[in-house]
């Protein structure tokens, strides 16, 4: 099975009302409005219309940060990192709060849904007695809606809500940044150098992407199609197809392409200028500063950047075709 990928025009969608330097750091298509992104962005969580670009904060503020329980923009955070969507509300990840919380969709209402915010740890059990460290990314099971994953500092964890259940998958070397679900099994985490491919039940690891240095013994190797490609600060991961994957890597202001059949290391964009520039068209021409997270539909890749200069969330066109090998 491989894929053909073809990328077009890249144009500006959405900026963020905020003079500070920040990104969104976790974007997401909502699956109770296609017509939406959920934007997880510092101390604010957004909506983000993929059509018009209007910026709709939910929950938070731009940029005063703290700690509050109250409704809709009254509410604080401390660096929201991750997003996803339950049955009556949202679930944020509250990086510096130490908690996860959550946001009714009828009232706004925020309120501690794991972990004790201000309490900083890591222990396993039921949602109250839970402690966390710095909960980022956040994702649903695609086969089981009641199992939840989240990235908390050097840990992968797990959040089952039948039994109202936190628990740890495992452990890694170096903090990691993104989290997304392998199409083919599993998950991809990405650290600053690689990424990794993780059994979800028991926690095994499998160097997919990257050079892991030091940690190297500690992770297996089945194939490694890509151990000789070298990455910096891998803050986003997304499957185009399930063997064409794109990867952010945010210091070098770059956008590349994997194919996992083929083995083949593609640069889509690379600029190593600092703050490259926010220049659109082509994607063979357009630039882009500091990419740090995707999101995709039917049409388009998003892709979030420095919000500053006139960044904030671009979108370019693509277009891709599944195909089965024979022999």
Not at 1 to 15: Q, R, Y
Not at 233 to 262: D, K
Request: net charge negative; charged share 20%.
């Amino acid at each position: 099975m491989d894929s053909i990928v073809h990328f077009g025009n890249v144009e500006f969608l959405a900026t963020v009302e905020d003079p500070d330097w920040h990104f969104i750091a976790s974007l997401k298509l909502s699956e109770r409005n296609p017509n939406h992104l959920l934007a997880a962005y510092e101390g604010a969580f957004m909506l983000i219309d993929k059509n018009t670009g209007e910026v709709n904060v939910i929950a938070g503020h731009l940029y005063e940060r703290g700690y509050k329980e109250d409704i809709g923009k009254a509410a604080r955070f401390i660096y929201i990192r991750g997003s996803v969507e339950l049955q009556n509300g949202y679930l944020v990840s509250d990086r510096e709060n130490f908690c996860i919380r959550m946001v009714n969709y009828q009232t706004l209402q925020t309120t501690t849904f794991a972990g004790k915010c201000k309490n900083w740890g890591h222990t396993d059990g039921n949602l109250q007695e839970a402690r966390m460290k710095a909960p980022s990314e956040i994702l649903k099971d695609p086969k089981d809606s009641t199992i939840f994953y989240f990235l908390d500092l050097y840990h992968l964890r797990r959040i089952n809500l039948d039994t109202q259940v936190v628990a740890t998958i495992c452990r890694f070397e170096t903090t990691p940044m993104a989290l997304v679900i392998n199409p083919f099994g599993g998950l991809l985490v990405s650290g600053s150098y690689a990424i990794v491919q993780v059994n979800e039940t028991t926690g095994d690891k499998d160097l997919l992407a990257g050079r892991l240095g030091y940690a190297s013994d500690a992770y297996g190797c089945s194939s490694c199609p890509f151990r000789s490609s070298i990455f910096s600060q891998i803050t986003g991961v997304l499957f185009v197809t399930p063997t064409v994957i794109l990867v952010s890597m945010f210091y070098e202001n770059a956008i590349r392409m994997l194919n996992v059949t083929s083995h083949e290391d593609t640069p889509i964009h690379l600029d190593e200028t600092p703050y490259a520039g926010y220049e659109n068209g082509h994607y063979t021409e357009a630039k882009f500063s500091l990419p740090y997270s995707f999101a995709m539909d039917e049409s388009y890749i998003y892709i979030a950047e420095l919000n500053r200069f006139g960044g904030g969330l671009r979108r370019m066109e693509y277009s891709g075709m599944l195909y089965v090998l024979s022999i």
